[in-house]
């Protein structure tokens, strides 16, 4: 059985492991990692430097937000499809009473059978006013996120067992019972539920497969026709981005919801298309990068951990065409993970590192943080106040948090604790 369920769980393994012979280049010795350059959030592209929150605002952000559009994640269509909310189901008595549990399909189309995402929607069944809502994208399917039984198991993207091939063929099929509840540690439902917030969650491979070829199967295709434009001026990362937006869009109807404090919270690839969705729409009133790593918060021009090689061969598809240029010269990129922190500026933002996650480079992501507090400021914000890595388990939290944690690429119920108790001093200082 043990063999059964791994063979289950495998697309997200398999999807997420790297390359052998590619992490054995990978640098893990800080002491080759060399001089770099990174690019500056508060110089314009004339050369002229940003002094005053009206030129961040008016002219470099929407600089930044193009060079990541049209080198990384690929400009999003303007055009959104015929969105409808179906499908609803709610159960008040959820969780043994403690809880509100409502299931909703949203529809990318006028068509049942065309694009869609569910979405699974807990609310503490006490609360005495609006609720603020953690939401993320997840990786195995919602039925994944909590043991309850009540949770609808949509069908997920599997490998097929029987596939010889490289890449191998992905098979879109019900999930197993046995995966129910098995990723519930990165979610920690009752926790959040207890400190009197909501949690937000719809399966990532609903929007778009995570798969090379994937991409006639999601969103992109019906977005990007009535364009004109190749769906690789796109990526996968931008389709979860914008997903995650119409999500927002959802929980804006919800009258129970407090849709001035929505949190997004994403993981590894989800921690990176977070971010993008993010720096595009600013209904996120707070945003969390879990190991986001290269391509995300962390530095590339910092020559340690994971490389634009092997993002550009085992992912091809997150991110747009013109990011392949950049394979084996990151030195070249125009931007890096300090400026898409950056353009989260000012709402509050908390990066969070694993020590044992070295290919994320946890250094990395820190001082991506720490260089971003310099737009923080520009605004009226407190940035982080070391350039110094805070010891292992130790936070650090003003409008920028920041952890590195003992252990591996993970959500933590440690992480959790700390985003909560961030969530609660941001809302402190804006109620």
């Not at 198991?153 to 019972?177: I, Q, Y």
């Not at 719809?202 to 070829?213: A, T």
């Not at 520009?378 to 936070?395: E, F, H, I, N």
């Amino acid at each position: 059985m043990a063999r059964a369920l791994a063979a289950l769980l495998l697309p997200v393994a398999l999807i997420a492991q790297t390359n052998s012979a590619q992490t054995n280049r990978y640098n893990f010795d800080e002491s080759k990692v060399g001089p770099y350059t990174l690019p500056d959030p508060l110089t314009l592209a004339n050369g002229q430097p940003v002094k005053d929150a009206k030129t961040w605002t008016d002219v470099r952000r929407p600089e930044l937000i193009k060079i990541f559009e049209d080198q990384v994640y690929g400009k999003t269509p303007a055009t959104d499809p015929e969105i409808r909310y179906s499908d609803v189901v709610t159960d008040s008595g959820a969780l043994k009473g403690k809880a509100i549990r409502k299931q909703v399909t949203v529809y990318f189309s006028p068509r049942n059978d065309g694009p869609q995402m569910h979405l699974l929607l807990y609310l503490p069944k006490d609360a005495k006013g609006l609720v603020p809502v953690f939401l993320g994208l997840n990786f195995n399917g919602n039925h994944t996120v909590h043991a309850d039984p009540g949770i609808i198991a949509h069908e997920v993207w599997v490998r097929d067992p029987a596939s010889t091939t490289k890449p191998a063929k992905m098979l879109h099929l019900p999930p197993d019972e046995r995966t129910r509840g098995s990723d519930a540690n990165a979610w920690q439902v009752e926790k959040i539920l207890a400190k009197g917030y909501g949690i937000a969650t719809i399966y990532y491979g609903d929007i778009e497969p995570d798969f090379v070829g994937g991409v006639g199967l999601g969103v992109r295709p019906g977005l990007l026709e009535p364009t004109g434009r190749p769906v690789e001026d796109w990526s996968a990362l931008g389709a979860w981005a914008w997903g995650l937006s119409r999500a927002v869009d959802y929980l804006k109807t919800e009258k129970a919801v407090d849709s001035r404090h929505i949190a997004l919270i994403g993981h590894s690839r989800l921690g990176k298309a977070a971010l993008w969705a993010a720096a595009q729409d600013t209904r996120f009133a707070l945003v969390i990068s879990n190991e986001s790593g290269k391509g995300g918060a962390s530095l590339l021009k910092r020559a340690y951990g994971e490389t634009t090689d092997h993002l550009n061969d085992a992912f091809p598809h997150w991110f747009n065409a013109h990011y392949k240029q950049y394979t084996g010269h990151p030195e070249k990129l125009p931007i890096d993970g300090n400026e898409l922190l950056a353009l989260i500026a000012p709402r509050p933002l908390y990066v969070a590192s694993a020590e044992e996650d070295r290919g994320s480079d946890p250094k990395g992501e820190f001082l991506a943080a720490f260089d971003a507090g310099r737009v923080y400021k520009l605004l009226g914000k407190k940035g982080l106040p070391s350039k110094t890595m805070p010891a292992v388990d130790q936070p650090v939290m003003t409008d920028i948090g920041y952890h590195v944690r003992t252990g591996k690429h993970d959500v933590t119920a440690f992480d959790w604790d700390q985003y909560l108790a961030f969530a609660d001093a941001q809302r402190g200082k804006r109620n």
